[in-house]
């Protein structure tokens, strides 16, 4: 089966860099803006339209700052939280109006013009923190805390931490910035290393140094784990959801001539083959380890639609009435050499990105499988109009059991010199033409690397 390859180019590094090492980094989900933070215990805010530095966080925390949050649908302040290895999570505040009630463009108070070519006019950017508040810091965990993760609604915030536990924060939004602790997981058996929401549903993902992918649930009052997936023969470092269907709808008329949907990576010799969609599909999670495997769970649905791969390995369930069956649905092709240490599934083109300890970045597509499309007379199966949905003038229906495959797209070698890869993500990217209003340019897609050499590297993902 002939598929779309991609390559991966250097795009600009963020600038200035810090001389230390750096952890992670997190894309705004709706301004062209990402907050870096590593060992010198400085957030910094960078512009994805030029990629220098507009913005400067100090002052919160003791430690190594490991990695960093936005608070989603916040409209009249930007909220970010960090986790970091003095056992605290910090919420910083900025009382900026983000958006135009009337039209969702971006508006600045301060702006030096009305592009995005700065998004604060913050004056001196050595002076600590601008105009950020401290708002409150999270004081609970007994150790390092390893990751933060924002519900999609923005009224929860789990932490996770090296003492074995997950925290659960409810934001009473009560304009004193109060924080209510609203469970305490303790479940894993080591070491937290990674929680991530789903996108749309309050369900929670961990994973840990127990070999472990956990996924919690609020039952009545009380959550609790509904599943616990095995599978993995090391550390779990990195977790992430796939994203809706809706999501990933590019459409045609708007496409850049380079630029990547879904549908570029679904090929099969000269035509498109059909997509499943994922609206008709139960969630899945990334997940990707020590063991040098990336890997795809599955929740099965009852009844399910969809074959069980014969190798799949069933989650550990705790009987529950809000339990879960989850399923290994693919182990992805392996390409790294040492541990793994981030995994990042882009919302817009449905491709996955890895990178780790062998500095290696890597991109991986998903196409169904060749025997479940054609079937033994080697023709397209013609479903029936039931349930039916159109896809390049092909159609696919839910009630045809049809397989994927992973492959690799591309490798880039030493993205970071001899340096480790800490962390992958993908980005909405701000169109520098776009001078008139500087809206996030919805067709174009950047990729984000975060090294142990303190710089973040900003690259694109073209058809080849």
């Known amino acids: ?27 705004h989900p709706q301004l062209p803006i990402i907050a870096t933070c590593g060992a010198d215990k400085i957030i910094r805010i960078y512009s994805l339209l030029n990629f220098t530095l507009i913005s400067s966080i100090s002052g919160g925390h003791k430690r190594s700052v490991r990695s960093s949050a936005w608070k989603p649908n916040s409209r009249e302040e930007i909220v970010l939280a960090t986790a970091s290895f003095d056992a605290t999570v910090g919420i910083w505040k900025r009382w900026d109006r983000l958006l135009d009630n009337s039209t969702g463009i971006p508006h600045i108070p301060g702006a030096v013009d009305s592009g995005m070519d700065k998004i604060f006019a913050t004056g001196d950017e050595n002076e600590e923190s601008d105009d950020w508040t401290f708002a409150v810091l999270l004081d609970g965990h007994d150790s390092e805390v390893k990751s933060v993760s924002w519900s999609s609604s923005g009224s929860l915030l789990a932490t996770c931490s090296r003492d074995k536990s997950i925290w659960i924060w409810e934001d009473l939004e009560d304009g004193e910035s109060n924080f209510e602790t609203i469970a305490v997981l303790q479940d894993h058996q080591g070491d937290v290393k990674c929680v991530s929401w789903h996108p749309e549903d ?39 959801w796939e994203a809706p269907a809706c999501s990933r709808v590019v459409s045609d008329s708007n496409k850049e001539n380079n630029a990547l949907d879904t549908s570029d990576i679904l090929r099969t010799e000269g035509e498109l083959s059909p997509m499943i969609d994922t609206n008709l599909r139960a969630p899945r999670l990334a997940s990707c380890s020590d063991d040098k495997t990336v890997r795809i769970w599955r929740k099965l649905s009852a009844p399910s639609t969809f074959p069980i791969p014969q190798d799949s390995i069933p989650g550990t369930i705790r009987t529950r009435s809000i339990e879960e069956t989850w399923v290994q649905e693919s182990v992805l092709p392996g390409e790294h050499d040492l541990s793994i240490y981030s995994v990042s599934w882009s919302k817009r083109s449905g491709l996955l990105a890895s990178t780790g300890a062998d500095g290696k970045i890597v991109i991986y597509g998903e196409r169904p499988k060749l025997s479940h499309l054609h079937g033994d007379s ?13 896809i390049e003038n092909i159609q696919v229906t839910n009630t045809l059991a049809i397989e994927t495959e992973w492959h690799i797209l591309s490798t880039i070698e030493a993205a970071h010199g001899i340096h480790e890869v800490n962390h992958v993500c993908w980005a909405k990217r701000g169109n520098p033409d776009s001078r008139l209003d500087g809206r996030l340019n919805q067709q174009e897609e950047i990729l984000l690397s975060t090294g142990d050499n303190g710089i973040v ?3 694109e993902v073209v058809k080849r």
């Open 1 to 27: 089966m002939a598929s779309c390859k991609v390559e991966i180019l250097h795009l600009a590094d963020l600038t200035p860099a810090p001389q230390e090492r750096l952890w992670h980094s997190s894309p």
């Open 457 to 459: 590297r900003a690259w």
């Open 202 to 240: 309050d369900c929670l993902a961990s994973g840990g140094y127990d070999n472990t992918i956990r996924l919690w649930r609020e039952d009545i009052d009380d959550w609790s784990q509904v599943a616990c997936l095995n599978g993995h023969e090391g550390t779990v470092w990195s977790v992430d």
């Open 378 to 390: 080697g023709e397209l199966p013609v479903p029936s109009n039931k349930g039916a949905i159109s």
